[in-house]
């Protein structure tokens, strides 16, 4: 007499499985920590800005609840049979990008950093399977063998680890979809189909404009210098990015200055009523930043505290009153005191004063 097979018992083979996982969770942390600092010192070396890179190893939760899901082809059955072999996100990475074209770029990274077990784009996935969804591309990477060879790495030779990369808005819409309660478009009703739908376009829309941004900035950018360059200086706006191709060029460059001193410089020369780049040389014309600097101080300054000296002279008693630290008792005097230097020096000290000038071709150049 035949006997009745008995169910497979799901509980039992989560709590085996969590067992064993338990007893190795700690050296998949390690193991994603170590494809992250991989990341992003590969990043940095190759220049690429991204957002974020975070690193995680799976939950003890999330790990029980995803080896007892039953098989989609058989739901009698688990659809993992050997959890730790068959589970390959158990070590995970997530790089988020600021640009949709900075997911090629990570691309070749990754391709150079590991090997590459299987490529995933989700865009193409969710497409076929008429789910609603955001894109990103997913990776199963593992070592390569020469830094497996090292003693740091040793550990992680046979370990593989899951590696996602999209963007913001794309991170934007992952983040959420675990709270959307449809999944197939089919049974979703018509009303909120066309907003899921068009929700998706916005996002896809508002990444390809971001990207737009992007390199009409970068345009921009060369315009600029291609002007400072060629004494173009009317048209140039004054911004940071264009105040640095400017002083680089007539001071010469000082790797010692930081983004944020062009910005801080460019913000209160439009305080003072400097528009373009030609009044800042109108303003300069006629003077020697290292002869002035010899004048005013015992030793030779850096790039930014040289074209202050070359305004302080071009505006007098002006560029004192308008300077932020005029507000600062202590540092108007010593801007006074740096002014007296200079009369004292026999340097003829101008008036100079920002005209009024408006013009709309003027190039602006956000940086």
């Given at each position: 007499?035949?006997?009745?097979?008995?169910?497979?018992?799901?509980?039992?083979?989560?709590?085996?499985?969590?067992?064993?996982?338990?007893?190795?969770?700690?050296?998949?942390?390690?193991?994603?920590?170590?494809?992250?600092?991989?990341?992003?010192?590969?990043?940095?070396?190759?220049?690429?800005?991204?957002?974020?890179?975070?690193?995680?190893?799976?939950?003890?939760?999330?790990?029980?609840?995803?080896?007892?899901?039953?098989?989609?082809?058989?739901?009698?059955?688990?659809?993992?049979?050997?959890?730790?072999?068959?589970?390959?996100?158990?070590?995970?990475?997530?790089?988020?990008?600021?640009?949709?074209?900075?997911?090629?770029?990570?691309?070749?990274?990754?391709?150079?950093?590991?090997?590459?077990?299987?490529?995933?784009?989700?865009?193409?996935?969710?497409?076929?399977?008429?789910r609603f969804g955001y894109q990103s591309v997913h990776y199963l990477v593992k070592l390569k063998p020469n830094r497996?060879?090292l003693p740091e790495y040793g550990n992680f030779a046979d370990l593989v680890a899951e590696v996602q990369v999209r963007?913001?808005?794309?991170?934007?819409?992952?983040?959420?979809?675990?709270?959307?309660?449809?999944?197939?478009?089919?049974?979703?009703?018509?009303?909120?189909?066309?907003?899921?739908?068009?929700?998706?376009?916005?996002?896809?829309?508002a990444d390809r404009e971001f990207q737009a941004i992007q390199g009409a900035d970068e345009r921009l950018r060369e315009?600029?210098?291609?002007?400072?360059?060629?004494?173009?200086?009317?048209?140039?706006?004054?911004?940071?990015?264009?105040?640095?191709?400017?002083?680089?060029?007539?001071?010469?460059?000082?790797?010692?200055?930081?983004?944020?001193?062009?910005?801080?410089?460019?913000?209160?020369?439009?305080?003072?009523?400097?528009?373009?780049?030609?009044?800042?040389?109108?303003?300069?014309?006629?003077?020697?930043?290292?002869?002035?600097?010899?004048?005013?101080?015992?030793?030779?300054?850096?790039?930014?505290?040289?074209?202050?000296?070359?305004?302080?002279?071009?505006?007098?008693?002006?560029?004192?009153?308008?300077?932020?630290?005029?507000?600062?008792?202590?540092?108007?005097?010593?801007?006074?005191?740096?002014?007296?230097?200079?009369?004292?020096?026999?340097?003829?000290?101008?008036?100079?004063?920002?005209?009024?000038?408006?013009?709309?071709?003027?190039?602006?150049?956000?940086?």
């Open positions: 007499m035949a006997t009745t097979p008995q169910p497979f018992d799901f509980q039992a083979h989560r709590r085996r499985a969590v067992e064993q996982y338990q007893t190795v969770r700690r050296r998949y942390a390690e193991y994603s920590q170590s494809i992250k600092d991989i990341i992003k010192k590969a990043l940095t070396k190759s220049e690429i800005k991204v957002a974020s890179v975070e690193a995680r190893a799976k939950s003890i939760r999330s790990y029980g609840r995803k080896a007892s899901e039953p098989s989609d082809t058989d739901p009698s059955q688990p659809k993992y049979p050997s959890p730790m072999s068959q589970i390959t996100d158990l070590a995970g990475v997530r790089i988020i990008t600021f640009f949709p074209n900075t997911v090629s770029e990570v691309d070749r990274v990754i391709g150079d950093e590991f090997v590459v077990l299987e490529r995933i784009d989700k865009a193409a996935q969710l497409l076929e399977e008429e497996t060879s963007t913001i808005l794309q991170h934007a819409w992952a983040e959420i979809e675990h709270d959307i309660q449809y999944k197939s478009v089919k049974i979703i009703p018509a009303q909120i189909r066309r907003r899921f739908a068009s929700l998706a376009g916005l996002l896809e829309i315009e600029v210098r291609a002007s400072v360059e060629e004494g173009k200086l009317e048209n140039v706006e004054v911004t940071p990015d264009a105040l640095k191709a400017y002083l680089d060029r007539k001071l010469g460059a000082d790797g010692r200055m930081t983004e944020f001193s062009y910005e801080w410089t460019a913000r209160y020369l439009h305080e003072m009523g400097f528009k373009n780049l030609l009044q800042i040389e109108e303003c300069v014309a006629g003077y020697g930043d290292d002869e002035l600097s010899r004048i005013v101080y015992p030793v030779r300054q850096g790039q930014l505290t040289r074209f202050e000296t070359l305004l302080l002279a071009g505006m007098g008693e002006y560029f004192v009153s308008k300077h932020p630290f005029s507000k600062i008792p202590g540092l108007r005097l010593h801007h006074r005191v740096l002014l007296d230097r200079l009369k004292i020096g026999g340097v003829e000290i101008k008036d100079y004063r920002p005209r009024e000038d408006n013009k709309e071709d003027t190039i602006n150049q956000n940086a």
